[in-house]
């Protein structure tokens, strides 16, 4: 215990480890480590690249720590991807943006009866260290993480579980049958959120599709008509899936402000002012579910077809455009409700009749392209083919693909395209 293991990162875990520092950071800062001997924790110094060792053997781990503090644009890209990654595999893991700053910590292990998860309110390292120990009390005694105190009055359901007379059988099946109604009724829900039509028009037609990985999703978007001249569009994706994330959604949905109404006037908010709002109300809301979320915002002027996007932490647009090949349209943005004082990174491009632009979510990016160190951006070969296709012929071609593949039930995600081709 208290000892700092290191391994390659092919090399997979062999002996349990109370905690995985994840950090490009050459060293565990002193006063964490300091906390980790006297506590007596064994722990694992990790970068974050090398992240998808944790899944070889995550049943040898404990809890994570993230160290976001300083990341550059395109670690906070990969930030998402990696706590969906923990969560898939029911790690609980600790979030820290900044050391001298509030420490967020969450629990991603599910529970019989609800998610827990901290504020972003000032934490010591006295209370970071009752979250490792936590995390680690319900990892080994495979608990469910934190739940609440259940309500004073039972339901009809938890009234039948704790009949003493019902039959086990028929109390699983009750429950089943109940939840799994439940669930169904907050997808329908959910879809209720979304736009019922999409504003098309002479120059810009839309073309969308929505396939969440359980009875709800993750994922929202909307297409929006601002005024005769705007429309505003975007694609956001909650951190997991499931109902936490779902319920997230329906906020960002509510919190989603394009423009704002001024006595007789209104001004229509530039895309790096909607995301940044939308970051501020997420972290000033201090969320206790999943809090963390990514988004691109776009904003298309119909008449000069100039668009103008944001981006926190969510995978670039990518611009088809005849006779060229596919490009990503790169900007800066941190995910959403991590860092109080993040900045967002606004671009414009001026597009041509014929252009067509696709925004998806994480879901669907193997089927986009992948990142190759030293080479950059790869475009899969039949994204490639796909060059002068219509928006339409697209995002049917992609959610066909997506159709087709085999994943076990571990690996499918929300799956979420949002297309534009301008005339």
Not at 187 to 195: K, W
Request: glycine fraction near 6%; proline fraction near 5%; charge should be negative.
């Amino acid at each position: 215990m208290g000892k700092t293991q290191t391994i390659s990162r092919t090399e997979p875990l062999t002996d349990f480890v109370d905690v995985i520092y994840l950090s490009d950071k050459s060293a565990v800062p002193g006063h964490v480590r300091k906390l980790f001997r006297q506590k007596k924790l064994s722990y694992l110094l990790l970068p974050l690249e090398d992240y998808a060792v944790i899944r070889t053997r995550p049943d040898l781990v404990g809890t994570v720590i993230v160290d976001a503090e300083g990341m550059d644009p395109v670690q906070e890209q990969k930030l998402g991807r990696i706590l969906e990654s923990l969560e898939r595999d029911n790690l609980g893991t600790i979030l820290i943006s900044q050391l001298e700053r509030p420490v967020r910590s969450f629990s991603l292990v599910p529970s019989d009866s609800s998610f827990s998860m901290s504020n972003n309110q000032t934490m010591s390292l006295d209370m970071l260290s009752a979250r490792i120990q936590v995390n680690l009390a319900d990892r080994k005694k495979q608990n469910s993480g934190i739940t609440f105190r259940p309500p004073a009055s039972l339901s009809a359901i938890e009234k039948l579980r704790t009949a003493s007379s019902a039959d086990p059988a028929t109390v699983a099946n009750s429950l089943m049958d109940n939840l799994t109604e439940q669930l169904r009724l907050a997808g329908l829900v959910q879809r209720d959120f979304l736009p019922s039509h999409l504003p098309n028009c002479d120059e810009a037609q839309f073309v969308a599709t929505f396939i969440p990985a359980e009875w709800v999703s993750g994922d929202i978007y909307d297409v929006a008509r601002i005024d005769e001249q705007h429309m505003g569009f975007y694609i956001a994706d909650a951190v997991g899936h499931a109902m936490p994330a779902a319920l997230l959604t329906i906020f960002i949905k509510q919190a989603m402000a394009m423009r704002e109404t001024l006595d007789n006037s209104y001004r229509i908010f530039p895309p790096q002012e909607v995301v940044g709002n939308l970051n501020k109300k997420m972290i000033g809301q201090k969320l206790s579910g999943y809090q963390f979320a990514t988004c691109c915002y776009c904003l298309l002027n119909i008449k000069t077809l100039q668009l103008t996007f944001a981006r926190a932490g969510h995978p670039y647009p990518i611009l088809f455009r005849k006779g060229q090949p596919p490009l990503q349209l790169e900007t800066r943005g941190a995910l959403l409700g991590v860092f109080d004082s993040a900045e967002f990174a606004q671009r414009s491009i001026q597009l041509e009749p014929g252009d067509r632009l696709l925004l998806y979510s994480d879901g669907a990016e193997a089927l986009v392209g992948q990142l190759i160190d030293g080479e950059g951006f790869r475009f899969t070969e039949d994204v490639l083919t796909m060059r002068d296709a219509t928006i339409t012929e697209i995002v049917d071609r992609l959610t066909k693909i997506n159709e087709d593949r085999n994943l076990p039930p571990s690996e499918v995600d929300d799956f979420t395209l949002v297309g534009l081709q301008v005339s």
